[in-house]
Structures are given as C-alpha cells and as structure tokens.
C-alpha cells in the first residue's frame, strides 16, 4: 500500500522511514530511525529526485507506482550518489528502462563505480537549467556538503531547493513530512545537529560556499534527502547552518567530558560543574566510555567551552577519551575555550597529551589552570577547582 506526501501541485514525496536501522552508515546510533527522501516532478516531463536505500526499496516503487499513476518516468536526477540515495538505481532502470540520468560529471564517475553497466546520462555543472515543461530546475554543485558530487536543485516555478544531504536529520518522521507538523526543537532539533556535526560538520568552509550560493534564491521549501521538509521559518533552519559551519557556538556554556577507571577523575569534573552551575553557567557532562561520540560531538558544536578529564592509561589518554578527542579534531572544531582535568597515580601525562591533540584545532583558548589528581582529588586542591571554574566562567 503506497504513502505519499504532497509538497506542491506537482512535487511528491515518494520516500520511505527505516526504524530497524541501529548504525547510520555503520558509525551513528539511530534509535528514532532514519528517513530516506525521494521527490517526484511531474509535468511535461516526470523527473524524480534520487532514490532510496536498498532496505526500503518495496515501499518507494509502490509509493512511485502510485505517484505516476500510469505515467512513463523519464528522468531521474541524482543529487548524491552515496548509496541509501543511489542503491536502488539499478532496479529503477530494469523497472522504467527508458529513464535518463540526469547529475554532474563526478556523479557520472561514481555511477560506474558502483554499477558496471552504460547508463543513458544528461551531465549538467553549475548554473546549468534543464526545462521539464512549466517548471525549470537550475543545477548548484555543492562539493563536499558532504561528497565531492553533491549537486543541489533549484525548482524555479514552485521554489524548492532540493538540498541532497544539506539540512538533513537522524529520526523517522513518523507520517509527518514538513519541520512545522512537528514540535522540531523539543523532538528532533538535537538530531538535526548531531546529524550536521557528524555527518558534515568538518567541512564548514564548503557549506558557508553553497550557503552564499543559495542565498540569492527565492526559497519557498527545502526538500533534504533525510528529515523534514521545511517550508515554514526557514530562516531559523539556515541561521543553524551558518553557525554551525562557521563553527559559532549556539550558546554560552561548558561541556564536561571524561574519562574514569574508578570515579576519582569524574569526582572532580563533577565538582568543578557544581561551581559552574553555582554561577549560573549551564553545565553537560557525557562519561566518554558510555556516551556515543556522535552525542558529545554535536553538544561540542553547541556549546563555547570545554573541560575534558582523563586519567592517565599506559602513560597515555585513557582510550575512549583519545579516541573521542581525535574525533573531535578531525571535525575541526574551533573558536572554543578548553581546559583540563589529568589524574595519574605514579606519572600523570593526560593533561599535556589532550593539549596536544587540541592543538591541531585552529582559534582554541586553552585555560592554563590545569588540574592535577594524584589518584583522587583532596581537600586541599579546593582552590584549585574554584580557580577552574572561574577561568572557564570568564571565557565561555
């Protein structure tokens, strides 16, 4: 049985939600699902806007079948070529063989990298159009938002930006399909970060580039490959963008993170929090052992500063907090403040070894007021921790 969604007079929703998923892309968690988008033109020509991934396969053609009622399909545009939007290409063709494949010359490359077979191709670069009858689509290349190929699609007559991967978010919708029939900041506005910071949010430089090019357009709907439709307040959805790619902290506080054989080093980052709260600084705090790094990643993009804790392991950084700071850095998070909690029983070395990897991010305020554990925190070292909170509370 079909379930499609009207966006406008002549734009289908063709996609399908996969709730069974438990890793995005093998890497991120996704309890609440994942939502794979397909678009569907129809006017004097039919074009479709990419397909879905390989588990959902059965529901997009019925929800296709049903959108066409009858009508031959004669384009598809593939906007990404990553397979949960390309891997039902193939069944596609065998299923609508006269279809012509509309993408950018790197698309066309990566087609034949996945499927050895000749493909009928349009190749199309930037600022090209292509006229389907009454609307006119406009062809914008976004590289590196998330892939090299991404090309996003300006729907000139109805407005819509078809943004591939851009403005996506983790979590099935749930029979919604547009940001307002939800309540979007209670229910899946951390899933929207923790999907930009993971899946996008190293390359800033290169979604600032596409922003400023979209920017210009009349916009009267985002259409994502994953996630809600927005086509009301857009511009509270844009500005998450422009802060996040420029790496803007959302709000002022601190993020806790670390890392505790035994308890003693979460003692003291749970004692420098009560003095932040004290001071009416808002306060997370994630144990890297137990917390998914795709969770402290995104509340990383969201808050200002930083105190990350670990022990000292094998003369190094307790694993789980080597790995998640090397993660970190990898997603070139910068204009941050940053201080440290070490503890070691014979030699603490955490403290200098975290500075180090934090070093690689560019415009970080590091906090000299470093704490030191001898196996657990004492009563004398009280200054200290109020010295701690105070140097972050000045420079969140």
């Not at 803007?248 to 004692?271: D, F, M, Q, R, W």
């Not at 070490?342 to 590091?366: H, Q, V, Y």
């Not at 200054?383 to 000045?394: F, G, N, P, S, V």
């Amino acid at each position: 049985m079909h379930c499609v969604r009207k966006i406008t007079d002549d734009v289908v929703w063709v996609g399908a939600n996969d709730r069974r998923l438990a890793m995005f892309e093998g890497v991120y968690s996704v309890p609440r699902g994942v939502s794979y988008n397909s678009y569907l033109l129809t006017d004097e020509k039919t074009v479709l806007f990419d397909t879905v991934d390989k588990a959902v396969t059965a529901r997009f053609f019925e929800n296709l079948a049903f959108a066409l009622n009858g009508k031959k399909l004669d384009y598809l545009v593939i906007t990404h070529m990553e397979p949960d939007h390309s891997a039902s290409v193939t069944e596609l063709l065998l299923r609508y063989p006269d279809v012509k494949i509309i993408c950018g010359a790197k698309t066309a490359v990566m087609l034949g990298q996945f499927f050895e077979r000749e493909f009928d191709l349009i190749k199309v670069n930037e600022g090209d159009t292509f006229d389907c009858g009454s609307h006119t689509l406009k062809f914008i290349m976004a590289p590196m938002v998330h892939w090299p190929e991404v090309t996003m699609v300006y729907d000139e007559k109805d407005k819509l930006l078809f943004s591939a991967d851009a403005f996506g978010t983790f979590g099935a919708m749930n029979g919604a399909l547009f940001a307002d029939e939800v309540d979007f900041d209670r229910d899946y506005l951390d899933e929207a970060r923790r999907y930009y910071t993971n899946i996008v949010g190293k390359y800033g430089a290169q979604v600032i580039s596409v922003l400023n090019k979209v920017a210009p357009l009349d916009i009267s709907a985002i259409c994502p490959l994953h996630g809600f439709v927005w086509r009301k307040d857009l511009e509270y959805y844009i500005d998450k963008y422009k802060k996040w790619s420029a790496y803007v902290p959302e709000e002022k506080g601190v993020l806790i993170a670390y890392a505790s054989v035994y308890g003693n080093t979460e003692n003291a980052a749970e004692a420098v929090a009560s003095r932040l709260v004290e001071r009416g600084i808002k306060t997370v705090m994630y144990d890297v052992s137990v917390t998914p790094a795709s969770e402290i990643i995104a509340a990383a993009f969201r808050y200002s500063a930083f105190l990350f804790a670990s022990t000292t392991y094998n003369m190094g950084i307790f694993v789980t907090m080597e790995d998640f700071l090397r993660d970190l850095a990898a997603h070139a998070i910068k204009n941050r403040a940053v201080a440290f909690i070490e503890n070691g029983t014979w030699a603490p070395a955490s403290g200098k070894l975290m500075r180090g990897i934090m070093e690689t991010c560019k415009d970080i305020r590091f906090i000299e007021n470093t704490v030191t554990l001898k196996s657990s925190l004492k009563a004398s070292q009280e200054a200290e921790l109020d010295a701690l909170a105070a140097a972050l509370a000045e420079n969140i």
